[in-house]
């Protein structure tokens, strides 16, 4: 009798032991996983005074920034900014996409056919955004107005109360990117391997695109290190310096996924791929008030 039990035994035995073996390979697999470095989500994120974080995609991201610019340029005010980045989330999700309701193209699904332009120019972000803009300004006290009505007023959707879901989204970004807001918009990004083929070209390409053209120059840092420096109140000369630099190098985090930047640096502070948020910037990279260092 105890002869016949010992198989029984042996198959317990090798059955727990596997199951045990099991275990810890799943759980090895699990550290493994757990200790890889997580993938950069691509989502940019601006802070509100409040503490409350909002998201926008890279592509989004991008698409505010040259809207704020825009504005900037324009020296109109952050208010302004939150209406245009909460009508075209609602309208476009803040993608200049082809196509829409009827004939509505473009950041803002302005119709050609209502005389917004023709539908390669709604479909060119500056254009449109400035065309959003130059109707907006014609509304009297536009900025005291609700974020519905004001939207409504420029683009008489069958949907005006829609706008208003996007309202502090929109207040968070237009907050950081017109320069109110310092140190509250970072984007998360993978950290290139090898720095941007002609970073200065392509920067140089996008601040003209933006905001119209700048001195952009090239530096080297006491590392021997190749940055460039634009000079944020040559864009910006109806604010002070310090909004200005805050105001050009959050527009440089929002738009780095496009441009291949890596590194933003404005007064001792400082943005990287691959980094959380912002930190205290190395000696040697601090930049002056109106300076913000790209590299």
């Known amino acids: 009798m105890g002869d016949r039990a010992r198989p029984a035994r042996r198959a317990a035995v090798t059955v727990a032991t596997f199951a045990f073996v099991l ?31 909002h998201i926008l ?14 504005a900037g340029t324009r020296e109109l005010p952050a208010r302004a900014v939150t209406i245009a980045l909460a009508t075209a989330l609602q309208e476009s999700k803040l993608v200049n996409i082809d196509h829409g309701d009827r004939d509505s193209l473009g950041l803002f699904q302005q119709r050609p056919s209502q005389g917004w332009g023709t539908a390669a120019e709604v479909m ?31 683009q008489r959707s069958a949907y005006p109360e829609a706008y208003g879901q996007h309202e502090t989204r929109s207040r968070a970004f237009a907050s950081a990117l017109t ?15 090898s720095p941007t083929a002609d970073l200065a070209g392509t920067v140089t390409a996008r601040v003209t695109r933006d905001w119209g053209g700048a001195p952009v120059t090239a530096v080297t840092d006491s590392a021997g290190r190749d940055h460039l420096v634009v000079a944020a109140p040559g864009l910006l000369p109806a604010v002070d310096a310090v909004t200005a630099a805050w105001s050009v190098g959050q ?10 930047v890596s590194t933003v640096v404005v007064g001792d502070r400082i943005w990287q791929r691959g980094v959380d948020g ?8 601090v930049q002056a008030a109106g300076s913000v260092l790209l590299g």
Do not use: K
């Open 179 to 193: 320069g109110h807001s310092q140190a509250a918009l970072a984007c998360d990004l993978e950290a290139l391997e």
């Open 124 to 154: 060119d972000p500056v254009h449109s955004t400035n065309a959003f803009f130059d109707a907006l300004v014609t509304i009297q006290a536009y900025e005291d107005m609700a974020i519905t009505v004001a939207a409504q007023a420029v």
């Open 251 to 260: 527009w440089a985090v929002a738009s780095a996924e496009a441009t291949g």
């Open 23 to 53: 275990a810890a390979g799943v759980l090895a697999v699990g550290a493994f996983l757990d200790a890889r470095p997580a993938a950069a989500s691509l989502r940019c994120t601006a802070t509100l005074p409040d503490g409350s974080a």
């Open 278 to 285: 912002w930190h205290t910037a190395p000696t040697e990279l």
């Open 57 to 70: 995609s890279s592509e989004q991201a991008d698409n505010a920034a040259l809207i704020a610019a825009i």
